[in-house]
């Protein structure tokens, strides 16, 4: 009777361990979706100030040979800043998101390895019911031998 109470209180962690371990997975899941969005949008980002950098030098070197020259060659160099700022932009959002995919990778190292130490528990819970049939099983054979040497 004991022995059925710990079993089925055994089965049922057994389920909670496999349903947060289903909940682990699809966090990650959506964590990993996240990064990627963040991505996407840096590089749309980048798209965008490159068109719009590429206005203002095509602008820049318009005026840069009228009489406003000084103007548009300033423009020319406003537009390369903003280009390069928005590499830097990309590149940060790049090594960000590649900071936080380590984190996640180890994240889930972590809980791979508290899977495996919760496995190795339950394999000794079950190593110990295990031997202690096997004595019940050696103590019912010893008692039936006696019963039989005595008549």
Do not use: N, P
Not at 26 to 55: F, H, P
């Amino acid at each position: 009777m004991i022995a059925e109470a710990a079993l089925h209180l055994e089965e049922s962690s057994e389920r909670a361990r496999d349903g947060e371990r289903a909940q682990r997975q699809v966090r990650t899941q959506a964590r990993r979706a996240e990064i990627s969005d963040r991505k996407k949008a840096a590089r749309l980002e980048l798209a965008a100030t490159c068109i719009q950098a590429a206005g203002q030098a095509a602008g820049g070197l318009s005026s840069a040979g009228g009489t406003d020259a000084g103007k548009g060659r300033g423009q020319a160099y406003e537009a390369a800043g903003d280009l390069g700022g928005g590499i830097a932009k990309l590149y940060g959002a790049k090594a960000s998101a590649a900071a936080e995919t380590h984190g996640l990778a180890a994240d889930e190292a972590g809980e791979r390895l508290e899977d495996h130490r919760a496995a190795r528990e339950q394999f000794t819970r079950l190593a110990e019911r295990a031997v202690d049939h096997i004595q019940q099983i050696s103590d019912a054979k010893h008692q039936a031998a006696m019963a039989a040497l005595r008549g």
